[in-house]
């Protein structure tokens, strides 16, 4: 077995703030490779944190024989290519949500990886906070009976500032916008707690500000949305029976930032907000009681939104599983749990598109 996990990162943006300082704190784990589009961000980041090879060709990263794990934080345009390129050299696989472009380039990963047998997960890294896997044992044992309604409120103000730069984020064809970036994370929540699928989705998007300056100073059209709302419906499952849901996601609504999860079911009510923080309304009670929980550790001086928590808790087990040689990790994110996502974002666009509710 090997004594170290050798890292490969493309992209210098969340990696650079939470993947690499959590990987760094795995007493088996090494960073051996940075690539970036730019070559000075490799460079910088290379330097920052001791990392041996740094280039501005993410293949190079891919083909290093020291990197056993790819990491893709790039824009979901380039996440099919990449991740080919990495299964088929026999690399393990990180992946950066969305996890495509549609569902059809989903599917064809996620037959790849399996081809290959390597470790092929979503970076769906909330799974892994303390105060999620107690909600998820609670919903499970049956704190609030069955569940009938879902909501996913998630605001931030990071956009509303129309002078905020034009980038990947306010291009479609690069796979920007809220419903991609946020509703990929909402959706799987979701799937995740409820253990079941969307069935149905009806979808409408917004951009409030339709045209930003890009680095050069020139004025280009925002073809993305920065808000997007969904009422969905969910498949009947163990915890569910015609049970429906509101998912809605801003990126331009102040004053503060919010990623909320609640649950109505029979017996009462499930919160669970972004660090992870827990409450309990139980049907007979007239407020929120608060159960307490570890909500684990964040990095200093990286936003506390509850994502940097939760890598720091999925870093380690990811090290573990592939020196154990596994293909999953209990409640991780696989490629399959990405297709499901990836139908639902599909869905989400058709509606919009046409005004329709889409089953899926």
């Known amino acids: 077995m090997k004594e170290k996990v050798g890292i490969g990162i493309i992209g210098t943006g969340f990696a650079r703030r939470v993947q690499i300082p959590a990987f760094l704190e795995c007493e088996n784990a090494k960073v051996v490779s940075v690539a970036s589009g730019h070559a000075e961000n490799a460079e910088s980041t290379a330097r920052e944190f001791g990392i041996g090879h740094f280039t501005d060709d993410w293949r190079e990263t891919v083909e290093n024989e020291n990197v056993d794990l790819v990491c893709i934080t790039t824009p979901p345009n380039t996440h099919f290519e990449m991740t080919l390129a990495a299964i088929e050299a026999g690399k393990h696989v990180l992946c950066e949500k969305p996890m495509a472009m549609n569902a059809a380039q989903a599917r064809e990963m996620t037959e790849k990886a399996k081809e290959k047998?390597?470790?092929?997960?979503?970076?769906?890294?909330?799974?892994?906070?303390?105060?999620?896997?107690?909600?998820?044992?609670?919903?499970?044992?049956?704190?609030?009976?069955?569940?009938?309604?879902?909501?996913?409120?998630?605001?931030?103000?990071?956009?509303?500032?129309?002078?905020?730069?034009?980038?990947?984020?306010?291009?479609?064809?690069?796979?920007?916008?809220?419903l991609g970036a946020i509703g990929s994370h909402l959706i799987d929540s979701l799937n995740w707690f409820l253990e079941t699928e969307i069935a149905e989705v009806?979808?409408?998007?917004?951009?409030?500000?339709?045209?930003?300056?890009?680095?050069?100073?020139?004025?280009?059209?925002?073809?993305?949305?920065?808000?997007?709302?969904?009422?969905?419906?969910?498949?009947?499952?163990?915890?569910?029976?015609?049970?429906?849901?509101?998912?809605?996601i801003s990126m331009t609504e102040y004053p503060k930032y919010q990623n909320r999860m609640e649950f109505f079911g029979s017996k009462g009510a499930l919160r669970v907000e972004a660090r992870g923080?827990?409450?309990?309304?139980?049907?007979d009670a007239s407020d929120w009681t608060e159960i307490e929980t570890d909500l684990g550790k964040n990095i200093a001086g990286v936003p506390d939104t509850g994502f940097t928590r939760g890598?720091?808790?999925?870093?380690?087990?990811?090290?573990?599983?592939?020196?154990?040689?596994?293909?999953?990790?209990?409640?991780?994110?696989?490629?399959d749990d990405g297709v499901k996502v990836q139908k639902v974002l599909d869905a989400a666009h058709e509606s919009n598109e046409t005004g329709c509710l889409v089953k899926i």
């Open 117 to 178: 047998n390597v470790l092929a997960l979503i970076d769906h890294e909330l799974r892994f906070l303390h105060g999620r896997r107690l909600a998820l044992e609670m919903l499970k044992n049956g704190a609030i009976g069955k569940v009938r309604h879902a909501k996913a409120n998630f605001r931030a103000p990071h956009r509303g500032d129309a002078n905020a730069a034009w980038n990947w984020w306010s291009d479609k064809t690069a796979g920007g916008g809220a």
């Open 277 to 283: 923080e827990v409450f309990l309304g139980k049907s």
């Open 202 to 248: 009806f979808c409408c998007l917004q951009t409030h500000i339709k045209r930003r300056k890009d680095s050069s100073g020139e004025m280009r059209e925002v073809t993305t949305d920065d808000e997007a709302n969904m009422i969905v419906r969910f498949a009947d499952g163990d915890l569910t029976t015609d049970a429906t849901g509101n998912v809605s």
């Open 311 to 335: 890598f720091l808790n999925f870093a380690p087990e990811i090290i573990q599983a592939i020196l154990s040689g596994k293909a999953e990790i209990e409640h991780a994110a696989t490629f």
